[in-house]
Each structure stands twice: as C-alpha cells, then as structure tokens.
C-alpha cells in the first residue's frame, strides 16, 4: 500500500489480481491506515466475516471479531502482561477506520480460449469502519460487530459540496466517479441534478445524496459494486454482465426509414441456472424459488442458492438464465447476494425482471369467459328464495327438520 499517491486525498480504484485457479478460496481483511501504508492482519480473532451486495445499496462487509479481555482478566491473574492493548482501545475500531477486503468477481466478459469460459479475478476493495456494536455474549471477552462499506461512497456522503463538480445528468455521475476513484457504468440521461443548501434543520444534500435522488428522477438505479458505480434502468443493464455470452441477427426498425427493417448484431452476456453440463459452473444446491403472481402477470421474481465455488463471483446487475422450470423460463437480474467468508455454506442470490417504466405497455391477462362461481345445484338462485321463504311462513313454527 505504501506505493499509492493519495496526495488528493481520495482513495484510488481498487486494485485487480489475477487468480490463476478457479474456486481458489482466499480471505484477506486488514485494518490499518491506507495514507500511511500501515495494514495488519487479525484473521485469527475474526469469529465469521458476511458480505452483502444489493442493487439499491453500496458493498457492505460484516465482521464478528473478539477482543482481548485484558482488564478484567489481569485483575484475576497477576501474570497477564497488563501493557498489551486490546483491539478497542488501540483504535482498530474506530470509525472511518481504514479496511482492505480481497474478493473474488467477474471483472470482465473476456473469453479464455482454452476453457472457453470467464475467467474469474480478485479484487482488493478498499474500505472504511462504518458501523460498530459490542456485546460479551456468551464468551469471556467482549465480541465486536464492525460493519465496513466501500470508502469511496462513505466519502461521498461526507462530501457535501456537490456543486464543486460539473456536468448534468450521466456526465455529472460519472465526474463524481471520476473524483473519488471509482470506475463507472452509466446509461444516457439528461436530467438536471438539484442540490439543497442547507436551511433550518435540514442538512446540504451530499454528494451521493444528489446522484441518487438524480437516478430516482430518470427511474434508475444508483449502487456501487467492486470499485464501480452502477447508474442506468434495470432493463438497460439486463445482458450486459455475466459468465456466458450468445450473439445473434436480430431485426429492429430503421430509424432512418421505419417503413424498413435492418438486421444488427446482438450479444447478451448471462450466468446460466440450469441443470446439467451448461450450468455446472454455477450449480443450484436445489430447484430456485419462484414466483408471480395476477397483479403482474408478465413481472416474476425468484432466489436461488448456488455453490460457493463460483457463485462468490456473482454480483447485483449481472443476468441470470433460469432454465428448466416451466413457466418461469428466461432472464433475470440479480438484485442481491448475499455469502459468508471462511465457510462452506452456499451462496444466496436474488433477482427479478426488471421494472417496467410508467410509459411501457403493462400487459394484463384477458379477461376471458365467464362462469357461474360455483357448480353447486343449490347455489344462490335455488337457497335464496327457500330463505325467504322461510322468514314469511306463517306455518314455519321451527320445529320442522331442515331439507
């Protein structure tokens, strides 16, 4: 670390190594401090490390880490070097705290000849202590929960002079990632940011407050994963991320003469969910939940679990292929994932088709024949007059057995 410029005080992208094994487990967390290169390792006293990676938030590492107990320990056993520090109180903890995390994703659509497949390559995301909590548990020593997200965000939201950067709608997203490390990916928007100053008990909007309320005006979503920032519509970002690619003719209108056709090129890129061979990669532990229902008939959503092997790799905004389930064969896009480091347990993944615009044609069910509600030959034309009959009988004392 002691090699980066941070001389502007942002931190750079994330740095990208090449992991030469498929399913090569490796778990890397330092705490430290990055300007001054300084980074330690304290993987013996992490309990369980979980990662989540959400389509509406930012890269969010949870850690479970004991702490030493000197302080009451050394009150009961004299030989206990009273000057060794605790964690807490040498600051790891704090927060803002520098953190580095090694990660494992696809990085690109890039094809290896040989395997004819993506490679897969390690990340190391640069993060920062922005959550903590302690509680002893059932253990002798206090057992802290640090939550660390991506460091670049965490300076966004502090940033709150978003006026300082120039340029509207997609041209001022990707100049805020520009500014503060990030890579980026956008779709085309020209909607005009707006910033709110300070006044009364409200605060100056912050840098990432304004990119995002800028993607809620274009119906965007906004989110950072791996050192990019995310900016474009669900439908925009379908096929453009994934494992596995297939090209085809497709024709499409002439925008120059409408009244003709023209046949392009199209490439959609996905991570196959199926059974057998083709899915082998990204193996479903069991069949994925899926579900839709009336309210939408053409809008489904599902999750799945997948074996930890690759399936670590797998990120919001990716496209997922579901195959082999009737009724819900297709694509979809990732909206979480969710795995634990330093485990064998599997991999869980959300993902949905995308949201349909206000101005797309919502397709609803026909409405079809109509039937009676039910078969039944004493329905409502037949018990109704009986009833009334009953209550105007004169002759009805009560004491006459029910038909």
Wanted: proline residues 6%; contains cysteine; glycine residues 6%.
């Amino acid at each position: 670390m002691s090699n980066l410029d941070f001389s502007t005080g942002i931190v750079p992208a994330p740095t990208e190594e090449t992991l030469a094994t498929r399913g090569v487990e490796t778990f890397k967390v330092t705490f430290g401090d990055l300007p001054s290169g300084i980074s330690e390792k304290i993987n013996s006293s992490i309990l369980s490390c979980s990662v989540n990676y959400n389509i509406d938030q930012v890269t969010e590492l949870t850690l479970r880490i004991i702490d030493r107990d000197y302080t009451n320990a050394a009150s009961a056993d004299p030989t206990i070097n009273r000057n060794v520090q605790s964690f807490a109180s040498s600051n790891y903890f704090n927060i803002g705290r520098d953190v580095t995390y090694l990660t494992k994703t696809i990085l690109s659509t890039t094809f290896d000849e040989s395997t004819k497949r993506v490679g897969i390559d390690q990340v190391l995301l640069y993060m920062e202590v922005a959550e903590i909590s302690v509680d002893q548990e059932s253990s002798v020593s206090p057992i802290w929960t640090v939550k660390c997200r991506t460091k670049a965000v965490q300076q966004m939201k502090r940033d709150k002079k978003p006026e300082s950067i120039q340029g509207n709608g997609t041209d001022y997203v990707a100049a805020v990632a520009k500014k503060f490390g990030l890579k980026f990916v956008g779709e085309k928007t020209d909607k005009s940011k707006k910033i709110n100053k300070a006044s009364g008990d409200n605060e100056a909007d912050s840098v990432w407050t304004v990119i995002q309320n800028l993607a809620q005006q274009a119906k965007f979503k906004c989110f950072e994963v791996d050192g990019t920032l995310y900016f474009g519509s669900m439908k925009w970002l379908m096929y453009q991320w994934g494992s596995d690619s297939i090209t085809y003719r497709h024709a499409i209108k002439d925008p120059k003469n409408p009244s003709k056709q023209k046949i392009e090129r199209v490439t959609r890129r996905y991570v196959p969910l199926v059974p057998g061979e083709v899915g082998k990669d990204f193996r479903t532990q069991k069949l994925p939940n899926m579900s839709k229902s009336d309210n939408s008939p053409m809008e489904a959503q599902g999750s799945a679990t997948i074996d930890r092997t690759n399936g670590v790799a797998l990120r919001p905004g990716m496209t997922v292929f579901v195959g082999g389930i009737p009724t819900f064969v297709g694509y979809y896009l990732i909206t979480s994932v969710d795995f634990e480091e330093r485990s064998p347990n599997p991999v869980g993944i959300q993902f949905q088709t995308p949201e349909r615009r206000p101005k797309e044609k919502i397709i609803d069910l026909p409405v079809g024949p109509m039937y009676p509600a039910t078969n039944d030959p004493a329905g409502p034309d037949v018990i109704i007059p009986y009833i009334r009959y009953r209550q105007t009988s004169t002759q009805d004392t009560g004491t006459r057995p029910r038909p």
